[in-house]
């Protein structure tokens, strides 16, 4: 070999080719393992892609299902704002009625006539109570109607 501060003759190289070729059998199960390698490194890869890609649809679909969640809940807080808007009109309505002036030319109210009126107004007041529209986790459970005429 020429000393480290000369460049290679051609002679060096040849010699040097020899002497590689003599050990690439010796080589080879490296070489083989090489190659194995690059392989299963391209297969990792590949499945890599793939759980990156999963991932990313799972992640959209839980996205997609939340956004549709929050949409739902505007909905129904929507909904029970104007059920609250009719439920107003219809409560007036009853408490118009049940408050309605007695005829002056009527004989008085009994106390039994005057608990019967005083028990369907807070039925009715009870029955169309409002919602709270912030909490719809509460469930709606009519109230009992009363006995009249006990």
Do not use: H
Not at 6 to 19: I, S, Y
Not at 21 to 27: D, H, S, V, Y
Not at 40 to 65: D, E, K, M, P, Y
């Amino acid at each position: 070999m020429p000393d480290s501060n000369q460049p290679p003759t051609k002679g060096d190289l040849r010699d040097l080719g020899k002497a590689i070729g003599a050990n690439t059998e010796a080589l080879q199960p490296l070489i083989e393992d090489f190659e194995d390698l690059k392989k299963a490194t391209r297969t990792n890869r590949i499945l890599s892609l793939l759980l990156v890609l999963a991932l990313l649809v799972v992640g959209f679909q839980i996205w997609q299902n939340r956004r549709d969640l929050d949409d739902r809940e505007g909905d129904a807080r929507q909904t029970c704002l104007n059920s609250n808007e009719r439920t107003k009109v219809t409560l007036n309505l009853w408490l118009g009625i049940i408050d309605a002036p007695q005829d002056p030319n009527a004989p008085p109210r009994t106390p039994q006539q005057q608990r019967d009126i005083d028990d369907l107004r807070a039925y009715v007041e009870d029955g169309y109570a409002l919602r709270d529209c912030n909490d719809l986790s509460e469930e709606y459970k009519a109230p009992k109607f009363p006995r009249l005429g006990d």
